[in-house]
């Protein structure tokens, strides 16, 4: 752009010039560092220049701040973090419950095992009956016999409150000297026994009995 003239070998700097530049310029910088940076940043006066400049005591002040926030973060305690309390849990009440009252078995009452001998006597063309009062279900066991004269008989049974004439007949014979045997009642009511004497001669009849019954009597 511009015909500058180039500089001759004459106007250029030597070597030697160059060196001396050099070195002038590192020992500028090395006194700045003794004399001002030294003593200003670090206190370091070995020349005795910065304090009379007052920057040695720059350095001093640096260094004692610097070290009094040192210690003032050293004994700083941290505050430890808050542990948050649990929110308190409201108990459940659980309200009674009232147990449902058990009703106590009722015992039934067992029958009571009776036991019992009846003797008559019949006279020739007499009749004779002998009634237990039993409940239904109720079992008895029965053993009866004569003096050796064979009668008549009917084992049978009658419901209270029963039709008129109603009856039901367990065992009959005619012409026997005894019987024995086991009955269970179909209802409640009399079961028993009937005899009839058909002989010329007194006849007598023992009659035993065991089993569950109220009473017995003779009905006849």
Known sequence: MFNTKLPTQSELPTSRQLLRSTVIAVGVAAALLVTVVMPSEYAIDPTGVGRVLGLTQMGEMKIT???????DAAVQPVAAPVAQAPAPVQPVVQEPVA?????????????????????VTLKPGEASEIKLEMLDKATVSYE???NGIPVNHDTHGEP?????????????GKQIKGDKGE???IFDGTH?????????????????????????????
């Open 192 to 220: 028993g026994w009937f005899w009839r004497n058909r002989s010329n001669s007194d006849v007598t009849i023992t009659l035993k009995t065991k089993g569950e019954y109220l009473s017995v009597k003779r009905v006849i």
């Open 65 to 71: 701040l610097a070290e009094e926030a040192a210690a």
């Open 183 to 185: 009955f269970t009642a």
């Open 99 to 119: 147990a449902a009252p058990v009703a106590e078995p009722v015992a039934e009452p067992e029958p009571a095992l009776k036991s019992d001998e009846v003797t």
């Open 144 to 146: 009866w016999t004569t």
């Open 160 to 172: 209270y409150n029963g039709p008129k004439g109603y009856y039901h007949s367990y065992s009959k």
